[in-house]
């Protein structure tokens, strides 16, 4: 069965979520939204703006975490590792990418059905203008953010929800996006999985994220004892906590990193 990975359970209104208490990293092991969260959000994926501030405060909490702190992110992990580096454990294509710190990597098979998903994207995207097809190792993401008129989201999901019912990949909805990608994973899982083994294992589970799709992990770190803190307006979250924004959630991190 196809589902959007927005189907979280257990949310509540996040109107009146605080901002978290600067010594919440205390024993922590952080786990970490890369778009929306660390970057602003661009007009293209390969828009974002990644600064030597950010990749300073990723090597700096790590350091001060004793390497207990993992990003975990809808993109490739070879792509974050491009824009943030490498020598901390990274989760890519929603929980489907498993790799760790040491170098040790689990992934799953390229999905059937990927090869053509990605031809009828590209044909649907040269019809209409402003839709961009983003390729990825185990998924295809056809972002609208770009496309004009009101009919351009129901288009978009109109052929994604089409081709994920002939492919049987999993479709997901998320910031001006809809992408199909393999099933089996999400970003919940993989904080998990990091949980359950060293140098993570035995510590309070933090996740900072924005996007619906994130709210398996506010679950399972709340489920585990931690805490997830919400990146932007209120909405129904399983978060405790809330930031406005990115720059926000910097500024806490360099903050909250220097009182571990
Ligand atoms: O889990 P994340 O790290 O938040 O990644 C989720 C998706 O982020 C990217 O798309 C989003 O950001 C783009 C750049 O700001 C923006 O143009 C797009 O509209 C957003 O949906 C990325 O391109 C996807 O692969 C990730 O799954």
């Not at 979520?17 to 600067?22: A, G, I």
């Not at 585990?224 to 405790?240: D, H, K, M």
């Amino acid at each position: 069965m196809n589902h959007a990975a927005s189907d979280a359970p257990n949310q509540a209104a996040s109107a009146g979520l605080q901002p978290p208490p600067d010594g919440l990293l205390r024993g922590a092991s952080l786990f970490l939204d890369f778009d929306g969260t660390l970057v602003e959000i661009a007009s293209r994926p390969d828009g974002v703006a990644v600064d030597q501030r950010l990749r300073a405060l990723i090597l700096r909490l790590g350091e001060r975490l004793d390497g207990r702190m993992a990003v975990v992110s809808g993109r490739p992990a070879d792509t974050i590792a491009e824009y943030l580096g490498t020598g901390f454990a990274i989760s890519g294509s929603h929980g489907l990418e498993m790799r760790w710190a040491d170098g040790r990597r689990d992934a799953p098979d390229r999905p059937d059905g990927l090869v053509e998903a990605v031809a009828r994207l590209r044909r649907f995207a040269d019809e209409h203008a402003g839709m961009l097809v983003e390729e990825k190792p185990y998924g295809v993401g056809l972002h609208f953010r770009e496309a004009e008129g009101d009919r351009a989201e129901a288009a978009a999901r109109e052929i994604s929800e089409r081709l994920a019912g002939e492919t049987g990949m999993q479709l997901q909805a998320g910031k001006k996006v809809f992408e199909l990608r393999a099933a089996g994973a999400d970003k919940g899982e993989a904080i998990a999985a990091f949980m359950a083994s060293a140098p993570f294992a035995g510590h309070t589970p933090l996740f900072l994220g924005d996007d619906k799709t994130d709210e398996h992990g506010f679950a399972v770190v709340r489920d585990q004892g931690g805490a997830g803190v919400l990146v932007g307006e209120p909405r129904e979250t399983a978060a405790r906590y809330r930031l406005d924004g990115v720059n926000e959630t910097l500024a806490w991190l360099e903050i909250a990193a220097e009182a571990v």
